[in-house]
């Protein structure tokens, strides 16, 4: 479900309960989302997929890897050298799970 920008402006200026609550959620939308990337500037790339992969692994799939390397706030091809080295290792630590058992 999605609203446009103009009906959310219209919603707050009807509701104003709405209004309240509405700006208060976005309010702390924005801090958590500060906290994020704050700690991320604080880690190497490495760490940085690692917690991509930890919170977030469906957006390996949906979206491009330049828009991921932005996101993480590394270059291009920094990410694609990580994303190649940690696939691999953990293609190659599940196989060796799945041997095991």
């Given at each position: 479900m ?14 104003l309960?709405?209004?309240y609550v509405g ?27 690692d917690?991509?992969?930890?919170h ?13 390397a932005s ?7 920094t ?11 953990k293609?190659?630590?599940t196989?060796?799970?799945i041997?095991?058992?």
């Open positions: 999605h609203i446009s920008w103009q009906q959310l402006e219209d919603l707050y200026e009807k509701y309960p709405f209004n700006r208060k959620l976005l309010t702390q939308y924005y801090i958590e989302s500060d906290k994020q990337h704050r700690g991320l500037k604080k880690t190497t790339a490495e760490q940085r997929f917690w991509l992969l930890e977030k692994p469906n957006l390996l799939n949906r979206v491009a890897d330049k828009y991921i996101y993480l706030g590394i270059d291009a091809s990410f694609s050298r990580v994303k190649s080295s940690r696939w691999s290792a293609t190659h630590s196989r060796l799970s041997e095991q058992a």
